[in-house]
T-cell receptor
């Protein structure tokens, strides 16, 4: 079975550019999460969707960040304009709630903003 | 105060020994607890979940939960070099939506041959 699929796996961009990260959750899962991981702050939840609806976006750092989930099989996380401090690994994860507690992570998108 | 706290390590463990990892959490009403393993450059993967006080064993892994002390631990018996990774403690808070987890910063484990 395919896991959570993220693209791009690696992105290097210049400060001020728009960055779009993409995610395809596991088929049948009803919850999708965007996490950011840095050495300084660890793994932080940015936003959480349930049945394509944003439930909790309290972790989104500022207005430069936005996330959408237009359907059950696709989500995007956009940063515009990007800044060097946005450099991190961005993980998408999915789960089937309330049936299961397990959150399955994608391989991550490694973002470097120079 | 962070909601989920772990010692960052590194925790150096001789091959074959027991690795003991600790995690404390601040939300007394938390009910669900998880341990994830993350290899360098990889994504976190779930290795254990525990919901009731006491011990839960799965192969070489044992999770221990003490809700009164707000403490959860992970024991790795017969540690192998392949156990070298960062171990993340995750907690579902009492007011968190189902499926939302708070992660600790992780404990790096290094198993030396």
């Amino acid at each position: 079975d395919a896991g959570v699929i993220q693209s791009p796996r690696h992105e290097v961009t210049e400060m001020g550019q728009e960055v779009t990260l993409r995610c395809k959750p596991i088929s049948g899962h009803n919850s999708l999460f965007w996490y950011r991981q840095t050495m300084m702050r660890g793994l932080e939840l940015l936003i959480y969707f349930n049945n394509n609806v944003p439930i909790d976006d309290s972790g989104m750092p500022e207005d430069r960040f936005s996330a959408k989930m237009p359907n059950a099989s696709f989500s995007t996380l956009k940063i515009q304009p990007s800044e060097p401090r946005d450099s991190a690994v961005y993980f998408c994860a999915s789960s089937l709630v309330p049936v299961g507690n397990t959150i399955y992570f994608g391989e991550g998108s490694w973002l470097t903003v120079v | 105060q962070k909601e989920v706290e772990q010692n960052s390590g590194p925790l150096s463990v001789p091959e074959g020994a027991i690795a003991s990892l600790n995690c404390t959490y601040s939300d007394r009403g938390s009910q669900s607890f998880f341990w994830y393993r993350q290899y360098s450059g990889k994504s976190p993967e779930l290795i254990m979940s525990i919901y009731s006080n006491g011990d839960k064993e799965d192969g070489r892994f044992t999770a221990q939960l003490n809700k009164a002390s707000q403490y959860v631990s992970l024991l790795i018996r017969d540690s192998q070099p392949s156990d070298s990774a960062t171990y993340l403690c995750a907690v579902k808070g009492s007011t968190d939506s189902w499926g939302k987890l708070q992660f600790g910063a992780g404990t790096q484990v290094v198993v030396t041959p």
